[in-house]
């Protein structure tokens, strides 16, 4: 019996994966992986320039691509997305639920339309995109779905409560969402990052304060870049992670470890 190869297992030619929040940052970074491991990659994000730019480079580098700007805060949007990927490439293999913002205030200053405008792009979304491809998955017996959750799903700070609600609960969709897909072959897990240096952190990389306790309370001793975060969806998207489900699994350089 051959050994079998390192690579091999972690090749995704011929899948079809959907990326929300892949104009920029971590999305940005997984769907270049996804696509540099062999699969088609859907990209979805507001802007559709920034979209076309994004599709540019990938073809450029050899991959296949394609550009759906949809608004996710509206679940019109989600399930336009999942015909439009279908549309284009017959099929959604693997779902990448990244797409998300943040909305800071302390509580008394916390808006209800804030709150709900936080939970349905991070977190609404995420059901309505599941619900849309996984008959198809069903179908053809396999899938993977991966949202980009947090370590704010389990731990928490101040003025940021939609956000970690909305968290706490995509990682608990994931677990509700493989015990019931699971028997059609279907993997659900999340990434967790701790604190990666992307547009959505700008503020806190601009507190002198926050840069410190990173450099500090950090095993590693660093924020995390977006291409770190790549690695893991392509693993749980792969043969390598069939096994694997209802996971979140966290990427903090250490963070949540060390006391
Ligand atoms: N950075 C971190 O430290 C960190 C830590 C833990 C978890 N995360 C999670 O990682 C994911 C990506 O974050 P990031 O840091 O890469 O942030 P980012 O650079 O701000 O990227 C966010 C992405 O989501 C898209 N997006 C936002 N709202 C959308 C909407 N309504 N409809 C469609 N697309 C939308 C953005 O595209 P457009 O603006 O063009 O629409 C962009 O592509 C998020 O779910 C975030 O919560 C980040």
């Given at each position: 019996?051959?050994?079998?190869?390192?690579?091999?297992?972690?090749?995704?030619?011929?899948?079809?994966?959907?990326v929300t929040g892949a104009s920029r940052g971590i999305g940005w970074e997984m769907a270049r992986a996804l696509a540099g491991a062999g699969a088609s990659v859907a990209l979805v994000g507001r802007e559709q320039a920034t979209l076309d730019a994004r599709v540019a480079e990938l073809e450029a580098a050899g991959g296949t691509a394609a550009a759906i700007p949809a608004d996710l805060s509206d679940?019109?949007?989600?399930?336009?997305v999942a015909a439009a990927c279908a549309a284009r490439f017959g099929r959604v293999d693997i779902l990448v639920n990244n797409a998300g913002i943040n909305h800071r205030r302390p509580l008394a200053e916390f808006e209800l339309a804030d709150f709900e405008r936080?939970?349905?792009?991070?977190?609404?979304?995420?059901?309505?995109?599941?619900?849309?491809?996984?008959?198809?998955?069903?179908?053809r017996g396999f899938g993977r779905i991966i949202s980009t959750s947090s370590i704010m799903a389990s731990t928490a700070r101040p003025t940021i409560i939609a956000y970690?609600?909305?968290?706490?609960?995509l990682?608990?969709?994931?677990?509700?969402?493989?015990?019931?897909?699971?028997?059609?072959?279907?993997?659900?897990?999340?990434?967790?990052?701790?604190?990666?240096?992307?547009?959505?952190?700008?503020?806190?990389?601009?507190?002198?304060?926050?840069d410190q306790m990173m450099g500090v309370?950090?095993?590693?001793?660093?924020?995390?870049?977006p291409e770190e975060m790549a690695g893991a969806a392509v693993f749980l998207a792969s043969d390598?992670?069939?096994?694997?489900?209802?996971?979140?699994?966290?990427i903090d350089g250490g963070l949540t470890i060390a006391i």
């Open positions: 019996m051959g050994l079998p190869s390192g690579l091999s297992i972690f090749d995704l030619t011929g899948r079809v994966a959907l679940p019109a949007g989600g399930t336009a936080v939970i349905a792009t991070n977190l609404t979304s995420c059901f309505v995109l599941a619900k849309a491809v996984a008959p198809g998955m069903a179908g970690i609600a909305a968290k706490g609960g990682s608990s969709m994931t677990r509700a969402l493989a015990t019931e897909l699971g028997p059609d072959g279907i993997t659900v897990n999340a990434i967790a990052p701790g604190y990666i240096a992307t547009e959505m952190t700008t503020p806190l990389q601009q507190n002198p304060e926050f309370r950090t095993p590693l001793r660093r924020w995390g870049r390598a992670a069939a096994y694997l489900t209802g996971q979140t699994i966290i």
